[in-house]
C-alpha cells in the first residue's frame, strides 16, 4: 500500500491520515511537513514479528534506524519489541538518549573510529557488527583495556548481486563493506575473531542491498551463509548458530509498484532455512533480520504547499513546492520515481502533466517527473506519499533551507516528534571572522 495505514479519502476527495486531514496538519505545523502515521509503523513491526515467529528457531527484528531516526521514533520501535541497528555513534547516540536498551542495539558501520567503539564498548552495546581487520584488532583491544568479553558478528560480502539501484547493492564482492566470501577474507576474519579472548563470535552477517523487489537472492544468501558456517563450525573450530541476512525489503513508491508482502518474504526466508540447514547440517537456532525501508517508508508523508507556477508553452508545465531535494534526495541521487497528488482534491481528473519540481538552485531539483494533476493553483496542498524511510533521514540545509517539521498521527490527535529548524538554527556552532574560541 501507497499511502499510511490510516489513510481516509472521504467522498469529498479529501485525504485524512491517522484521522486528521492535510488542511488541518498544515494549519497547525505549516508546510513542508513530514507526517508519520504511528499504525502504519506498529503494523509493519508487528508483521515482521508475526510472520517470523512460530517457526522451530527464534528470530529477532533489528530496525535498520539509518532509515529514520529520532527520540519517539526509537521509543516507539522500542515499545514494539524490536531491537535497533545503529550505524554511526550519532544514531547510537539517539537510540540511548531515548532509553533503547543498549542490549539490544546492534552496531553497525564500515569505518567505526576509536572513539566510536569506545563509546559502544561502554554504553554496553548488545553487539557489534564488525566489518574489517582494523575494526577487528581494535576492539578487540580496547574490549580487554574495559575488561571486557564482546559480543560480535562478522559482516561478510557474500558475492550476491541484488537486482536494485547500483548505489544501494551491498552483497557483490566489490563492495566497500565486509569481509569477502571468496578469497580468504572471511575465513581469516573468523579465524581473527576466535582467537581473541576478548570477544565472543555469535553470528555471521551479511546485507545484500536495498529496495528490493525480486526476493530470490535471500535464498541463494542463506545457502552461502550455512554453507559458510559449516567450514566455521568444522575446520575453523568455532560454534556459531546465528545468522544476520540484513534488510533490503523493497516498498511501492508508485501505485504501479508490486513488492512482496513481509509474510511472502518471511515464507521464503524460512522455506530457505529449512532447506539449507538440512543441506549443510548446520543447527541454526536464530535468525535476524534487519529492516529499515519497510518499516517506516509507507507511514510517511510530505506535505508542501504548491507556489510558483510556470507554464512553457508546448513545452514543459512547471510547480514549484516549498520544499525539494532538501528534504528527499532520493529522485535526484537514485532516480527514484514519486507520486504528486493533491491530498484536498484527490476525486478530481488529472488534466495537465506538471513536473513538480523544489526551490533549490539546482536544474536536478526534480520531486517528481510528468505528473499528472488536476490544475493545480498556487496555495493548493500537495503531497507525496511513501517518504518516512531515507528522506528526513538524508535531508539537508541546502541552500539555508531548514529542516522541516515531522509531526506523528494517531487516532485523531497529532504532535510534533522534530521541530522544524528555525534560521537560527542555521547559524548554531558558527562563529565570527577570526573569533577565537
Ligand atoms: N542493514 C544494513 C547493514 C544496512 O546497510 C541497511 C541499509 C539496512 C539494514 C536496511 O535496509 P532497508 O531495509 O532499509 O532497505 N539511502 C538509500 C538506502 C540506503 C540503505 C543503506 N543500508 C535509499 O534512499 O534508497
Redesign the pocket.
Known amino acids: 500500500m501507497l499511502l499510511p495505514e490510516t489513510s481516509n479519502i472521504d467522498p469529498k476527495g479529501v485525504l485524512s491520515i491517522g484521522g486528521l486531514t492535510m488542511e488541518q496538519l498544515k494549519k497547525q505545523y505549516g508546510t513542508p511537513l513530514q507526517i508519520m502515521d504511528i499504525a502504519a509503523i506498529k503494523k509493519q513491526c508487528r508483521d515482521y514479528k508475526t510472520c517470523m515467529d512460530g517457526q522451530d528457531l527464534d528470530a529477532e527484528i533489528v530496525y535498520?534506524s539509518?532509515?529514520f531516526s529520532c527520540i519517539a521514533c526509537c521509543q516507539l520501535i522500542a515499545q514494539q519489541g524490536l531491537s535497533i541497528?545503529v550505524?554511526t555513534g550519532g544514531e547510537l547516540y539517539i537510540a540511548l538518549e531515548s532509553g533503547f536498551d543498549p542490549g539490544k542495539i546492534y552496531f553497525?558501520g564500515n569505518n567505526k573510529s576509536e572513539q566510536e567503539i569506545e563509546y559502544g564498548l561502554s554504553s554496553g552495546v548488545g553487539c557489534f557488527?564488525v566489518d574489517s581487520f582494523d575494526e577487528l584488532d581494535l576492539l578487540a583491544r580496547l574490549a580487554q583495556k574495559q575488561g571486557k568479553k564482546q559480543k560480535i558478528f562478522l559482516?561478510i560480502t557474500p558475492g550476491i548481486k541484488a537486482s536494485t539501484?547500483e548505489?544501494?547493492q551491498?552483497g557483490n564482492m566489490e563492495s566497500k563493506?565486509g569481509f569477502g566470501i571468496r578469497g580468504l577474507g572471511a575465513e581469516k576474519a573468523v579465524q581473527a575473531a576466535l582467537s581473541y579472548g576478548s570477544l565472543q563470535l555469535a553470528g555471521i552477517?551479511s546485507?545484500i542491498?536495498?529496495?528490493?523487489f525480486n526476493i530470490s537472492p535471500y535464498e541463494k544468501l542463506i545457502d552461502v551463509l550455512l554453507k559458510f558456517l559449516k567450514k566455521i563450525n568444522g575446520s575453523l573450530g568455532g560454534d556459531i548458530r546465528e545468522i544476520n541476512i540484513?534488510?533490503?525489503?523493497?516498498i511501492a513508491y508508485t501505485s504501479q509498484d508490486k513488492p512482496p508482502s513481509i509474510a511472502q518474504f518471511a515464507d521464503l526466508v524460512h522455506d530457505a532455512l529449512k532447506k539449507y540447514r538440512k543441506k549443510h547440517g548446520q543447527p541454526i537456532e536464530k535468525i535476524y533480520l534487519?529492516?529499515?525501508?519497510?518499516?517506516v517508508g509507507n507511514a510517511g508523508i510530505t506535505l508542501y504547499e504548491a507556489g510558483t507556477i510556470k507554464e512553457i508553452p508546448h513545452v514543459k508545465n512547471y510547480i514549484a513546492v516549498d520544499g525539494g531535494m532538501s528534504d528527499n534526495i532520493?529522485p535526484i541521487?537514485?532516480q527514484?520515481q514519486y507520486e504528486a497528488f493533491l491530498p484536498q482534491r484527490c476525486g478530481e481528473k488529472p488534466q495537465k502533466v506538471y513536473d513538480l519540481v523544489g526551490k533549490h538552485c539546482e536544474s536536478g531539483d526534480v520531486l517528481v517527473k510528468q505528473a499528472h494533476l488536476p490544475i493545480v493553483n498556487k496555495g493548493d496542498l500537495m503531497a507525496i506519499a511513501a517518504t518516512g524511510?531515507?528522506c528526513y533521514?538524508?535531508a539537508s540545509n541546502y541552500n539555508g533551507q531548514p529542516k522541516s517539521a515531522v509531526v506523528a498521527v494517531e487516532d485523531g490527535k497529532s504532535w510534533t516528534w522534530i521541530e522544524r529548524q528555525q534560521y537560527c538554527d542555521l547559524i548554531s556552532g558558527n562563529r565570527k571572522l577570526y573569533e577565537q574560541p
Not at 542491498?209 to 528490493?212: D, F, L, T, V
Not at 540484513?246 to 523493497?250: D, E, K, N, Q
Not at 534487519?290 to 518499516?295: A, L, M, V
Open positions: 535498520a539509518k532509515a541497528d550505524s553497525h557488527m559482516r539501484h548505489y544501494i551491498t563493506f552477517h546485507h542491498g536495498s529496495q528490493i540484513g534488510g533490503g525489503l523493497g534487519e529492516p529499515g525501508r519497510s518499516i532520493r541521487l537514485y527514484a524511510a531515507y533521514a538524508m
